[in-house]
Nanobody
């Protein structure tokens, strides 16, 4: 069992920054991929970034094209927490953001049906 808790969402102006956190609890030895997804009202859940990680090591980091160069996904092993640093935010980034864990190795695109555990979500709103 894996438990995920997101935090750090909020409301910012276009061009601003936010840092999202995903605290990870429980048994994680079987996890092959950690991902960030987002879902706006009326839209499909979209994979944003993924980290293939095991034993505290990062083996690969992946981003959807629309966030490359703006978002950074990294882990803090001391805190058992993963972060999504979001810079140069745009109104189209507005969505509920979810942390997720999968038994599968990461691949792009990240497909939400492949993920087994989900956090509660944290809202990100970017105004123009």
């Amino acid at each position: 069992q894996v438990q995920l808790v997101e935090s750090g969402g909020g409301s910012v102006q276009a061009g601003g920054s936010l840092s999202l956190a995903c605290a990870v609890y429980g048994y994680t030895d079987s996890v092959g991929c950690m991902g960030w997804f987002r879902q706006a009202p009326g839209k499909e859940r979209e994979g944003v970034a993924g980290v293939y990680t095991a034993g505290g090591a990062t083996y690969g980091t992946y981003y959807v094209d629309s966030v490359k160069g703006r978002f950074t996904f990294y882990q803090d092993n001391a805190k058992n927490t993963l972060y999504l640093q979001m810079n140069s935010l745009k109104p189209e980034d507005t969505a509920m953001y979810y942390c997720a864990a999968s038994y599968r190795v990461c691949s792009m695109p990240l497909l939400h049906n492949n993920f087994n555990y989900w956090g509660q979500g944290t809202q990100v709103t970017v105004s123009s």
